[in-house]
């Protein structure tokens, strides 16, 4: 997945407890295909203006949202690209658009904002920047990453997040577990990640384990915990 730089697909979300997962995965398991890159530390720092205008905008928004942050599969390091990403939802449907870059160009440019390339989606990037008068890192959201392909169709994709947490900046490979916890340590994040409607397969053992799809925001939770400690 690491090669592909636009998305558009339709996204649901299922919190499973430890419970959860251990019934619903002997039933979907051998529908599945382990992601070759095994599992992974995600790691997603996102920009926002200094009142956290994005992410207030995208709690508020019903038909609309729109994100900008930076993504590193693994520990972010010098020698690895990282990924500056736009992530849109309208209507249901996820759209995100991204480029590569090297960690120096990334930061170098949320400093100065000079474009280091000229591409489409750079400049689709930039607007979203000039936009929001050259937002700043605010949040890391850090996971561990489990992720599948169905079988019979590759474009259908689940993705099970763990030790979710947060902190402020990349972190390192001293400090890579670090953080204030999102959700309880027991509890993952299902995502499945699909360009049409969920395979009946999967819709029957969602629906015999009793998982029902719920929005969560893994930033917006980060950010309520952010003003409720400020108050």
Request: glycine content about 4%; proline content about 6%.
């Amino acid at each position: 997945m690491a090669d592909i730089m636009i998305f558009e697909r339709k996204e649901k979300k299922y919190l499973l407890s430890k419970e959860d997962y251990e019934r619903l995965m002997p039933k979907i398991a051998d529908r599945l295909v382990p992601d070759k890159y095994g599992k992974k530390t995600i790691c997603s720092l996102y920009l926002d203006t200094p009142d956290f205008l994005l992410i207030r905008n995208s709690i508020d928004a019903v038909s609309y949202k729109e994100k900008l942050r930076v993504r590193s599969y693994g520990v972010p390091t010098d020698e690895e690209n990282l990924f500056f990403e736009i992530k849109k939802k309208y209507k249901g449907v996820v759209y995100k658009r991204r480029v590569s870059m090297s960690m120096d160009e990334v930061f170098k440019y949320i400093d100065s904002g000079v474009p280091p390339m000229d591409t489409q989606i750079m400049r689709e990037i930039d607007y979203l920047m000039n936009y929001y008068h050259q937002p700043k890192p605010k949040v890391c959201i850090l996971c561990e990453r489990e992720a599948f392909f169905a079988e019979e169709n590759p474009d259908v994709r689940l993705t099970f997040d763990e030790n979710l947490r947060y902190r402020y900046g990349f972190p390192d490979s001293e400090n890579i577990q670090e953080g204030i916890p999102i959700t309880d340590a027991d509890q993952r994040i299902l995502e499945i990640k699909t360009p049409g409607a969920i395979p009946l397969w999967l819709v029957d053992a969602l629906s015999e384990c009793k998982i029902y799809p719920r929005s969560f925001s893994k930033y917006g939770h980060a950010y309520y915990d952010i003003i409720k400690g400020d108050n």
